[in-house]
C-alpha cells in the first residue's frame, strides 16, 4: 500500500514536472495565444423554417419505421433539414443562416424529438461561424430548451441554450416556423 501511494506520488510529481511541454503530442499553452481572452455571452434570436410542402422542401423524412412498428406517434422517423434561419417570421424576412442536421422521433410516450443540427450562420462577422445544437424538444410545449454543445469560428468553445417556441404551424402540410432564443457563451 504504501509503496504503491509512493509510486503514485512519484508519477504525478514526475507527470506535473515534464507532462507540460516534454510530451511530444500535447502541451498546455496559454488561451491569449490563440486569442481567447475573454469570455462573453451573445443572445440571437432567429426564426427557424421547417418547409415540408412545395417543390423544394427543406425538411425530408429519411427514415421510415417498419409498418409492423410502426406507432401512432411516428416512433422511429428521421427527417433530415436544411431550415432557412431568418430574422423575422416571414420566410422572405432577411437570411442569416441555416439549420442543417436532422431530427428523430425518439420517444414511444409523447411527440419528444431528438435534434441533432448545426446552426451555420452567413451574415456578416458570423459568416461561416456555427453552433451546434443537440437536445430534446417535446414539439407540443410551449417552450423547449436544448443545449448548444459546441461551435466553430466565432463560436470556439461555445456553450449554452437554446429556447425554441412554435410561432406557427400547419396542420395540413406540417410547415412549421420556430422561434430560436440562442444564448451562447463563447469568446
Ligand atoms: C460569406 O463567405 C462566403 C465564402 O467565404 C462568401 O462567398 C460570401 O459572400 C460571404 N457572405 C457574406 C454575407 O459576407
Not at 516534454?22 to 462573453?40: C, Y
Not at 443562416?97 to 462577422?125: C, H, I, P, W
Amino acid at each position: 500500500m504504501a509503496a504503491l501511494f509512493y509510486i503514485f506520488t512519484i508519477s504525478l510529481l514526475f507527470s506535473s514536472v515534464s507532462g507540460k511541454l516534454q510530451d511530444d503530442f500535447a502541451a498546455e499553452i496559454d488561451a491569449k495565444v490563440l486569442g481567447f481572452r475573454k469570455e462573453k455571452l451573445t443572445h440571437f434570436r432567429v426564426y427557424w423554417h421547417d418547409i415540408l410542402s412545395g417543390q423544394k422542401p427543406t425538411s425530408i423524412q429519411i427514415v421510415k419505421p417498419p409498418s409492423s412498428v410502426l406507432a401512432s406517434n411516428g416512433f422511429g422517423i428521421v427527417s433530415m433539414i436544411d431550415n432557412p434561419l431568418t430574422v423575422g417570421p416571414e420566410l422572405k424576412s432577411k437570411l442569416v443562416g441555416r439549420a442543417q442536421g436532422f431530427y428523430a422521433l425518439a420517444s414511444q410516450e409523447e411527440l419528444g424529438l431528438l435534434m441533432t443540427m448545426n446552426f451555420v450562420f452567413d451574415e456578416g462577422k458570423y459568416n461561416g461561424s456555427t453552433i451546434t445544437v443537440m437536445g430534446r424538444n417535446a414539439v407540443l410545449n410551449k417552450v423547449r430548451e436544448m443545449p448548444v454543445i459546441g461551435g466553430s469560428g466565432l463560436f470556439r468553445f461555445a456553450r449554452g441554450y437554446v429556447e425554441a417556441r412554435t410561432h406557427t404551424f400547419d396542420l395540413k402540410t406540417g410547415d412549421a416556423t420556430v422561434e430560436y432564443n440562442v444564448y451562447v457563451l463563447h469568446y
